[in-house]
């Protein structure tokens, strides 16, 4: 290459070294800057969506520590509290186990709507004074259906 770099005119050079570089500003072109002024332009479109995103999770996380907050509503007994809940929302039928452990009130549902677990949790803490310990989720072939473990405890 050397040798045949110095049999080249001075012409000759100077056009294979513009040559040359002309390929390395195309090549930078099209693999740096075309890609980051593409990524800049998805993320110019892409912030308004996420900051609303970010809004909606930290209001659910306000809503999250204030059911943290509510006093517990003056009942007896934990499990009949909370089966007056299942029961209002038609969900008696679906659990396949209800009871008291340890200070702490275990539901297991053997197939349950996912959709119909957010409300029973949010009126078993405002109804019952529950509020969740641990929640386990394991989907079910058909779509839209769970099988849930949940466990609470009293907020008293």
């Known amino acids: 290459m050397r040798e045949a770099w110095q049999r080249l005119s001075t012409r000759e050079q ?37 900051e609303s995103v970010a809004s909606t999770a930290r209001s659910e996380a306000d809503d999250i520590v204030a059911l943290g907050r509510v006093a517990a509503p003056a009942r007896a007994e934990p499990l009949p509290a909370a089966e007056r809940v299942l029961a209002e929302r038609n969900l008696r039928a ?37 509020l969740p310990t641990d929640i386990t989720l394991q989907p079910r072939v058909e779509p839209g259906f769970v099988r849930a473990e949940l ?6």
Do not use: C, H, K
């Not at 466990?151 to 008293?156: C, D, K, P, V, Y």
């Open 14 to 50: 100077r056009m294979v070294a513009a040559a040359a570089a002309a390929v390395v500003i195309a090549l930078a072109w099209v693999g740096i800057w075309r890609p980051v002024n593409a990524d800049i332009a998805r993320l110019a479109r892409d912030v308004p969506r996420l």
């Open 94 to 130: 679906a659990v396949s186990g209800l009871d008291m452990q340890e200070g702490r009130l275990r539901m297991t549902f053997a197939m349950v709507r996912f959709d119909a677990l957010p409300p029973l949790v949010d009126a078993l803490a405002r109804n019952a004074g529950l």
């Open 151 to 156: 466990t609470f405890r009293t907020s008293r």
